[in-house]
């Protein structure tokens, strides 16, 4: 920060203040910077020269559609979106994951409402072993 003298009649050490931003020294750091990064840009890039094979990867497969299991408080079962009992939960499941698909290694995700007694919960979680569906997956909501 500078001083500025006064010239007049002010006291022996009076003294104004200057507010100019002096930018000098931040534009000589900036060009500094400049030069440097200059400089090092062409070091970064890679100048070894190779022929890359093409990739021959078979593409992935779409993955399944998921199968959903929904419970209702009242003790309603939906295999999607149709209807189903406990007793044929298996069969029906069955129907609708069709031929081609390994039940043992399907995905069944469950999604129950809150107020579902816990007895009709492990009722279908029952009936899904009892039928060889293990790999059981829960959906929750998000809070955000």
Do not use: H, W
């Not at 002096?22 to 440097?36: A, E, G, K, R, S």
Request: a negative charge.
């Amino acid at each position: 920060m500078a001083a500025k003298l006064s010239s007049g009649g002010g006291g022996r050490y009076s003294e104004e203040q200057n507010a100019e931003i002096n930018v000098t020294p931040f534009v000589d750091v900036m060009l500094v910077l400049l030069i440097i990064f200059m400089v090092a840009a062409p070091l970064a890039s890679v100048t070894v020269k190779v022929q890359l094979p093409p990739a021959v990867a078979p593409p992935g497969t779409n993955p399944p559609k998921p199968v959903y299991i929904s419970i209702q408080p009242n003790g309603s079962i939906f295999i999607q979106d149709f209807r189903t009992d406990l007793s044929s939960l298996g069969e029906d499941l069955r129907k609708n994951l069709g031929e081609k698909r390994n039940p043992e290694k399907e995905r069944i995700f469950i999604r129950a409402d809150k107020d579902v007694l816990y007895g009709d919960f492990m009722g279908v979680m029952n009936m899904l072993q009892d039928n060889n569906f293990y790999s059981v997956a829960l959906v929750g909501e998000d809070d955000n």
